[in-house]
């Protein structure tokens, strides 16, 4: 069975893994960053997820044309403006990764270049997350891969073959093992537009687990999700929307992200493991089905008809599928009236 190991195993077989990305929500207070991962670890997340990187690390320092964003959630602005006010300082990641321990979180992190990349290995981090936009940064990937450690990769904007491509190049370099997650890359994304039947062509690719990364508001998506077969949800989580900065839109609150988990992982309970064996809940239950009824008295020899013996409830005489078998043969003895039948009654 596909399965990764990421603090605790992650698979079909295990409830969902849910990950909660700080990503730019501590709008650059390390109290608050501390804070949010307290709310991870309250609502019952698995993982608290940082992004590494600096703003050198992701574009230029340029004023207008194609650094300039036009529309969005961050129109207005400049690239580099933006991943300045969003990126994580390296001098927090220790004390975050203690804090996400101590409550008992796995600690991991997105990095966007080499320099992330060893500083996260150093630091012990289990895994490696490959933002949707980073996705067709193949040597990226790779240097991830060299660690030996496992690679969560979102799939956002990507087509088939980019996502084989990702893949390809994450088993040529390393055997951590790979998990995909879809991913609609709009912030936030409309409920209509998250198509999770994509869930079922991304499984489809050997050895490796499926999950979503969701940026639609509440929780019926990634529920719905996990029903689908997703291993792992993650989520954007702020204290609160109203604070702002560049990802409070699609970002959910603490009381949002408890009843993400709590759905979440009632639906992977409600799965089941897809037998024919029946529940215990039914135990009870079995004894009130159909089964074969005299509903008048016979007395013996006289035979059995349909005037005489139907199906109905409760459950405790011969079963209804028995019925054209019981027809015509002759009562051994005398059967009252609401006498459960069984062969031994019969001639």
Known sequence: MKQLDIGRPIGPDHPPFIIAELSANHLRSFERA????????DAGCDAIKLQTFTP????????????HIADGPWGGRTLWDLYDEAHTPWEWHAALFARAAARGLVAFSTPFDDDAIERLDALGAPAFKIASFELVDLELIARAARTGKPLIMSTGMASDREVD????????HGDGGIALLHCVSGYPTPVEQTNLRRLDAL???DDVIVGI???SPGATVPIA???RGACIVEKHLTLARADGGPDAGFSLEPAEMAEVVRGCKGAWSALGDG???RPKAEADSRKFRRSLYAVADIAPGVALTR?????IRPGLGLPPRDLPLVLGRAAKVAIRRGTPLAWELLA
């Open 34 to 41: 501390c804070a949010i991962i307290d709310a991870a670890a």
């Open 56 to 67: 050198d690390a992701m574009t230029l320092d340029e004023r207008g044309g194609d650094f």
């Open 165 to 172: 491509e990702a893949i390809a190049t994450a088993r040529a």
């Open 203 to 205: 499984a489809r690719r």
């Open 213 to 215: 990364s969701d940026h």
């Open 225 to 227: 999700a996990v029903a």
């Open 275 to 277: 037998s024919a064996a």
């Open 307 to 311: 005037d005489n013996v139907r199906s």
